[in-house]
């Protein structure tokens, strides 16, 4: 084969413009026929067919106020507005009045408003001469609200009111104080959250504790995540604006996934309008370091970047995925005459693989091994949504749409890198440099989702939804190091890295929620969600050379490198709640709640490394080294009886390869009480039985720890759990409570820390290893809060926690050389902290700053676990090792503040915000001091201001105050281990409602 007739690449191009245009035309259709009164003369149509075949007699309506006096539906409608728990999934819709007779409403219901007086003012349903959708009676929940115009479900006034009544210790971030800051994600919003901090703008660790103790939920069900090194899901992938709220819950409760230790993170995405709108974002943004910098380093990508999706050009053939896919070793007499006729074995070898290392190196194709300059244009980003809440033959449903996109590039040229290690005892340097490097790097980042609810309420008493989520994610990253590696003698080292991810999550989420009055107003609500997620690293190259040529010892990898790694991982999450309202002895009301939980995942994981040489040295432009006539042989001749290949570039052995398949049931039942003990004292307790099954199956080419290259080895981890939890909550006073909890959590190994394959970690220059017999961690957690509110959309909040770890899963280096990381249980682990949290208004001080408000939470947290015997074994200099280190990414100060002016009346909105959080430990090492990572204050000011009635015009700087990103050796900074800056970043954006 050619390699201008190579097999093209599965595109998906054609999938995703498919489905867009299917979405814009059966939409604009849709639009069109309500628009235009089509929709309207269509269903009147068939309701008069319906009506002429069925010949009844048309019945005198009867009164709907004695209708509604008979049956009042308890369950509250779905656009009532009613706030749902800490646990439950999409808020149900906020409706406007009833849709009037100017079609306002996307199922067009012509009825004319009035009052009646029982109705609370709420509008009453009368007959007028033009009716479209008609009931066989009017909808018997108009006169209990249907139709009322609720509260703002996410404002902080609410959130606050839905915090001092949650059995649980729950704090929220809602969709006003996100339309007042500059929040991009979740990520930044869960760092907002009081003793919460980001791991690299993704992970939470929330009171010290890492992603691993923190369950990560959308609307209620739990997340896979495509990193194959995390337990949860990415934060980043969730754009601010599909968000409703998030809530982070601190106390366990039965009901509850046993597996979260830190904090429970739901991220519940937007649902139902207040009233029928559709409204349209677009914003850009500049950084001072990026935007328009010729130096930006990027590469040369496929045709979809755009969409955050590999066109397939990047793709590896399937061939290579083949287990009995080898490349053989060349040799030199590959490049010699071979003769087509001899019956050596030795020339039939050689004739044999110089045509296979021929026929594969072109069948991996060519590939572009170093970044280029190019400036980038400005960040750009647009949100689309829709939402109605409307009849459809009678009968209320509601429906959201959003599409929100976005684009950004970083950028800095400013990094500087160092790897240290101890010098001997008594050397008056404690430390000494054994490379050090400066570093520029660019990034492109692509992010959009769409994201649509459904819900409808077919009786009263009987709730149905629907969410969707579709978010693609890419990262697109270019870096170059120059430096010097002293330790191997390398003195004009370069380090080129080209790496594209791509992540994406497809949910599909079914719901009900269902009020049975005779069984005595039990509840029964269900969630069913399936999930697919991956991750795609697709054709990431290494070029690594000292003076311009690679093949040198010391480099690692010594060869021109390019690696395909792949994760895909289905779940299926299944809920079944009950509720039973019951009165004590005293007459105090209390609930039974008891449930089931199903949760299976499957993950599949594969891996491929090809390597490339070139007969004698080559010193040239790493991008010309694999162009599409540098593949393989640049020529094959043959002349007589013999051929002859002119090698230009070849795959050298060993061509990797790695893969694990792993499945995680976890299943349980749980049983819970929450009732008054007394007038003023709650008390929630209960137990969840809760079994975990993980098997899992690998195989590797590669020399790892414990596993014999080539072989394929299974583990499983099975364990069942009794975890039980005792909760108070006593109203000291109307708007005061003090929460007491206690309760049992347990944390999982992931799928990677149990594979036995090695593979390489870029990010910290290090292999890494799964250990098949971890075990799971189990901790036992208490907790005490005291919580004021003083009036509506204020807070003071004083909290303590204590947490008692065993077997708490951390990394550990293999060696002494301190390269190869894997995971251990440790014995035993704590952490223990306080929080203090207020929000208060200025109106206190004087009416005229009644605009203001304060705002802030403070952390201050410890942890410890013993340093191992293996590691003072181990360590080059025992004698600086201390007898205890805390856990890994817990900051011993975590500070949020922010001051806000909300002018109403002019539709002004000011806010300021600033985060810090302390040294949290990074890496642990055994040649050299443990790395930091150092605080790095963040100072973002937004404005927002109203124009006219549907506009409204935000600008927004972030980073103002642009500190150096440290990592260090050491808490007391003895050495850089990397740093960079990022720049200040400026934006405005334009909303506007139709």
Not at 678 to 685: A, F, H, T
Request: hydrophobic share 35%; proline share 6%; with cysteine.
């Amino acid at each position: 084969m050619s390699r201008d007739q190579r097999k093209p690449k599965k595109d998906r191009t054609s999938l995703v413009i498919s489905a867009v245009l299917h979405v814009v035309v059966i939409g604009g259709v849709l639009i069109w026929a309500w628009k235009s009164g089509k929709l309207e003369e269509i269903t009147n149509r068939i309701l008069q067919v319906v009506t002429d075949d069925k010949k009844k007699p048309e019945k005198k309506p009867e009164p709907i106020q004695q209708k509604q006096q008979a049956q009042a539906p308890k369950l509250p409608p779905i656009n009532q507005g009613s706030q749902p728990s800490a646990s439950r999934g999409t808020r149900m819709a906020v409706a406007s009045d009833a849709p009037s007779s100017g079609g306002d409403s996307f199922f067009h219901d012509a009825r004319e408003q009035v009052n009646g007086p029982s109705s609370g003012g709420s509008g009453a349903v009368r007959q007028t001469n033009t009716l479209v959708l008609k009931p066989a009676s009017a909808p018997v929940a108009v006169a209990h609200g249907l139709f009322n115009r609720g509260a703002q479900s996410s404002s902080v006034k609410a959130l606050l009111q839905e915090r001092s009544k949650s059995a649980a210790s729950i704090e929220s971030f809602g969709s006003e104080q996100i339309s007042r800051s500059s929040v991009k994600d979740a990520g930044d919003i869960v760092s907002r959250v009081s003793g919460a901090t980001v791991v690299e703008g993704k992970y939470a660790v929330i009171r010290g504790l890492t992603d691993r103790y923190s369950a990560a939920t959308l609307n209620g069900a739990e997340l896979p995540s495509a990193d194959p090194y995390r337990r949860s899901a990415a934060l980043n992938m969730f754009p601010a604006k599909i968000i409703d709220r998030v809530t982070v819950t601190k106390t366990f409760t039965p009901d509850q996934p046993g597996s979260f230790t830190g904090g429970n993170i739901n991220i519940v995405t937007k649902s139902f309008p207040d009233k029928p709108f559709a409204a349209l974002e677009l914003g850009t943004s500049y950084n001072s370091q990026t935007t328009g910098n010729k130096n930006f380093l990027t590469s040369s990508g496929g045709k979809t970047d755009w969409l955050g999706m590999d066109d397939g050009s990047r793709k590896l053939s399937p061939e290579f995925w083949n287990s009995t896919t080898e490349v053989p070793q060349w040799r030199s007499q590959l490049g010699r005459p071979i003769s087509l006729t001899s019956t050596s074995p030795t020339v039939k070898k050689n004739l044999e693989d110089a045509a296979r290392i021929e026929r594969a190196t072109e069948l991996a194709g060519p590939a572009q091994f170093a970044p280029v300059k190019s400036a980038p244009p400005p960040a750009h980003n647009f949100v689309a949504s829709f939402g109605d809440t409307a009849y459809l033959l009678g009968k209320p449903v509601g429906i959201f749409l959003s599409l929100p996109y976005s684009r950004s590039c970083n950028f800095y040229d400013n990094g500087k890198i160092e790897r240290v290690t101890y010098n001997r005892p008594g050397d008056p340097d404690v430390v000494s440099p054994e490379k050090t490097f400066t570093e520029t790097r660019g990034v492109t980042e692509v992010n959009w989702a769409g994201t649509a609810s459904l819900a409808c309420q077919p009786f009263p008493d009987h709730q149905l939804g629907y969410n969707f989520i579709f978010n693609q994610f890419s990262e697109d990253s270019a870096r170059i190091r120059a430096g010097q590696d002293f330790d191997n003698s390398l003195l004009d080292l370069r380090v080129n890295r080209l790496i594209y991810v791509e992540r994406n999550l497809t949910s599909h989420q079914f719901r009900g929620e269902h009020l049975l009055p005779a069984l005595g107003d039990l509840k029964v609500n269900w969630l069913a969600t399936f999930s697919d997620t991956s991750q795609d690293q697709p054709d990431t190259r290494l070029y690594y050379v000292n003076n311009n040529q690679f093949n040198v010892n010391g480099l690692d990898p010594k060869f021109p490198s390019r690696y395909w790694q792949e994760l895909k991982e289905n779940s299926q999450n299944l809920k079944l709640d009950f509720s039973q309202p019951f009165r004590t002895w005293d007459a105090l009301t209390g609930e039974l709640k008891f449930g089931l939980f199903s949760n299976e995942a499957v993950r599949d994981y594969r891996e491929r490394v090809l390597h490339y040489n070139a007969p004698g040295i080559y010193a040239g432009d790493p991008n010309s080294f694999l162009t599409p006539d540098r593949l393989g042989a640049t020529s094959v001749t043959t002349n007589g009886n013999s051929v002859t290949y002119n090698w230009a570039t070849f795959l050298q052995p060993p061509s990797d390869r790695s893969f694990y398949t792993g499945e995680n049931n976890v299943r349980a039942a749980y049983a819970m009480t929450d009732f008054q003990l007394l007038e003023n004292v709650r008390l929630i307790g209960g137990a969840r039985l809760e079994s975990t099954e993980i098997n899992l199956t690998a195989f590797t080419t590669t020399i790892s720890e414990g596993v014999a290259p080539g072989t394929t080895n299974s583990s499983s981890l099975k364990q069942t759990d009794l975890l039980p939890a005792l909760g108070m909550v006593w109203n000291v006073a109307s708007n005061m409570n003090l929460r007491l909890n206690w309760g049992i959590t347990v944390a999982r190994p992931s799928f990677r820390e149990l594979a036995p394959v090695r593979t390489f970690d870029l990010e910290y220059d290090a292999y890494v290893v799964g250990n098949p017999n971890l075990t799971m961690s189990e901790i036992q957690n208490y907790d005490a809060r005291w919580e004021w509110f003083p009036r509506p959309g204020e807070i003071f909040s004083v909290g303590v926690f204590y947490k008692d770890m065993t077997g708490p899963i951390e990394k550990e280096f293999v060696s002494s050389s301190g390269d190869i990381i894997t995971f251990v249980n440790r014995p035993k682990g704590k952490v223990y902290g306080v929080e203090f949290e207020t929000r208060k208004s200025f109106d206190f001080v004087s009416q005229h700053l009644r605009d203001w408000n304060f705002g802030g939470n403070l952390s201050l947290i410890e942890s410890e676990q013993a340093v191992p015997a293996i590691d003072r074994q181990n360590h080059t200099r025992p004698d600086l090792l201390g007898s205890k280190r805390p856990l890994a990414d817990q900051s011993p100060y975590i500070i949020n503040l922010d001051l806000t002016y909300d002018n109403p009346r002019s539709g002004s909105t000011l806010s300021f915000n600033y985060n810090i959080f302390g040294p949290r430990l990074l890496i642990t090492s055994l040649t050299a001091p443990d790395v930091y990572e150092q605080p790095s204050a963040q100072f973002d000011v937004t404005f927002s201001q109203r124009i006219g009635r549907k506009l409204r015009l935000k600008l927004a700087a972030r980073n103002l105050l642009d500190p150096e990103i440290k990592r260090t050796y050491g808490k007391d900074e003895q050495a850089i281990y990397s740093s960079y800056t990022r720049g200040r970043t400026y934006s405005l954006s334009l909303n506007y409602d139709f």
